[in-house]
T-cell receptor, first 113, second 110 residues
Framework: EAQVTQNPRYLITVTGKKLTVTCSQN?????MSWYRQDPGLGLRQIYY???????DKGDVPEGYKVSRKEKRNFPLILESPSPNQTSLYFC????????????FGPGTRLLVL | DAKTTQPPSMDCAEGRAANLPCNHS???????VYWYRQIHSQGPQYIIH???NNETNEMASLIITEDRKSSTLILPHATLRDTAVYYC???????????FGSGTKLNVKP
């Protein structure tokens, strides 16, 4: 089954404790992206990757890192999480062309205390 | 980058057509109109997209005005499961600027 998976689905952590949220897709998609969703602010793009080893900042990249060492995986790294990073996070992938849709993962709900 | 304007909420009776409007007056010639929806806090789900012509698939129809400054998503026979937030997005290729905005909360009522 074609899908985007994220782990963990729920995470409670404390300020400053490094964490990684994994994202994996099995559709051989070139393009992958991370979004965060907060009440009243909709979905905002954090980082995106056009291909392996190619990443770029979205609209809200501060406090986040990403890597794209292989096509299927695009982990989101919070080196020193802060409470303002408490949010719902979504990973997405697509072939990267205008005619292609984005497929979204199920989301990761993060709480930083 | 083009932005969109959508009503914050709409109601629709079950079995009736739901017509969701979207204004995108600053859309560029190479930008597509996409519609996604989000049910509760699940990952957004693709519905339909178009460039100039009207489009139809098994889920919905997309009507784009001739000047491309607005569009309408039509769910022909809304069901309770169509209750969701619907996002209208305009974007050029490669999705590196994919703004979801606030969307329209569609409430389908029995």
């Amino acid at each position: 089954e074609a899908q985007v998976t994220q782990n963990p689905r729920y995470l409670i952590t404390v300020t400053g404790k490094k964490l990684t949220v994994t994202c994996s897709q099995n559709m051989n998609h070139e393009y992958m992206s991370w979004y965060r969703q907060d009440p009243g602010l909709g979905l905002r793009q954090i980082y995106y990757s056009m291909n392996v080893e190619v990443t770029d900042k979205g609209d809200v990249p501060e406090g986040y890192k990403v890597s794209r060492k292989e096509k299927r995986n695009f982990p989101l790294i919070l080196e020193s999480p802060s409470p303002n990073q408490t949010s719902l996070y979504f990973c997405a992938s697509s072939l990267g062309l205008a005619e292609e849709t984005q497929y979204f993962g199920p989301g990761t709900r993060l709480l930083v205390l | 980058d083009a932005k969109t304007t959508q009503p914050p909420s709409m109601d629709c009776a079950e079995g009736r057509a739901a017509n969701l409007p979207c204004n995108h007056s600053t859309i560029s010639g190479n930008e597509y109109v996409y519609w996604y929806r989000q049910i509760h806090s699940q990952g957004p789900q693709y519905i339909i997209h178009g460039l100039k012509n009207n489009e139809t698939n098994e889920m919905a129809s997309l009507i784009i005005t001739e000047d491309r400054k607005s569009s309408t998503l039509i769910l022909p026979h809304a069901t309770l499961r169509d209750t969701a937030v619907y996002y209208c997005i305009v974007s050029a290729y490669n999705f590196n600027k994919f703004y979801f905005g606030s969307g329209t909360k569609l409430n389908v009522k029995p």
